[in-house]
């Protein structure tokens, strides 16, 4: 697989479900972020985990990172139907700074 | 505070001419990174430039492809002699440091005809 493969590939659910993706990656890392992408539209950052955290909370979302397994997992919880979109995660694994390698990304649909 | 500002936002093109897309990072950051995304694929890496300087240029192509950022200005990537193939979304990103928080732009959507 690739650097950044998400899994799984595609979600449906229902509003107020919790949604759960995985994130797989093969180099040492020096940040994990996770990024929503609307339809034909840009990506928005929705959180950036280092290395040497384990845990990260933003409103609804919760990032893990366990670098010992080279793997991360963004949850959603309640999810709403504006959550629809596809979600990628993205690996620093550079010395000279942001060189983002992204998977394939999950694709969510939240059904009200 | 604007965000990443691309322009155009579509941009259609014959095969054989030249493609200029423009990227003005967020106000402060002088970090600029170039993307690429294929249709149902991950955005590919192209190049990290600081102001008047190309950082790593490892995921553009070897040729037909440029990018610079000068010291007054946009970043510009510019595709020359355009194929079938290089229709795509490109994306920019900027950050105002190294291994800090990219912030993309809404892309610019590449038909080559």
């Known amino acids: 697989s690739q650097q950044g493969e998400e899994d799984p590939q595609a979600l449906s659910i229902q509003e107020g479900e919790n949604a759960t993706m995985n994130c797989s990656y093969k180099?040492?890392?020096?940040?994990l972020q996770w990024y929503r992408q609307n339809s034909g539209r840009g990506l928005v950052h929705l959180i950036l985990?280092?290395?040497?955290?384990r845990e990260k909370h933003s409103g609804r979302l919760r990032v893990t990172l366990d670098t010992s397994k080279k793997s991360s997992s963004l949850l959603i919880t309640a999810s709403r139907a504006a959550d629809t979109a596809s979600y990628f995660c993205?690996?620093?694994?550079?010395?000279?700074?942001?060189?983002?390698?992204f998977g394939g990304g999950t694709r969510v649909l939240v059904k009200p | 505070n604007a965000g990443v500002m691309q322009n155009p936002r579509h941009l259609v093109r014959r095969r054989g001419q030249e493609a200029r897309l423009r990227c003005s990072p967020m106000?402060?950051?002088?970090?600029v990174y170039w993307y690429r995304q294929l249709p149902e694929e991950g955005l590919k890496f192209m190049v990290y430039?600081?102001?008047?300087?190309?950082?790593?240029e490892s995921g553009m192509p070897k040729e037909r492809f440029s990018a610079e950022f000068p010291k007054e200005g946009p970043s510009i990537l510019r595709i020359q002699q355009v194929v079938r193939g290089d229709s795509a979304a490109y994306f920019c990103?900027?950050?105002?440091?190294?291994?800090?928080?990219?912030?993309f732009g809404q892309g610019t959507r590449l038909t080559v005809v």
């Open positions: 990103a900027s950050s105002p440091a190294a291994g800090t928080e990219a912030f």
């Open positions: 180099t040492s890392i020096n940040n």
């Open positions: 985990i280092r290395s040497n955290e």
């Open positions: 993205a690996t620093d694994e550079s010395a000279a700074g942001n060189k983002l390698t």
């Open positions: 106000k402060g950051h002088s970090h």
């Open positions: 430039l600081q102001k008047e300087n190309i950082i790593d």
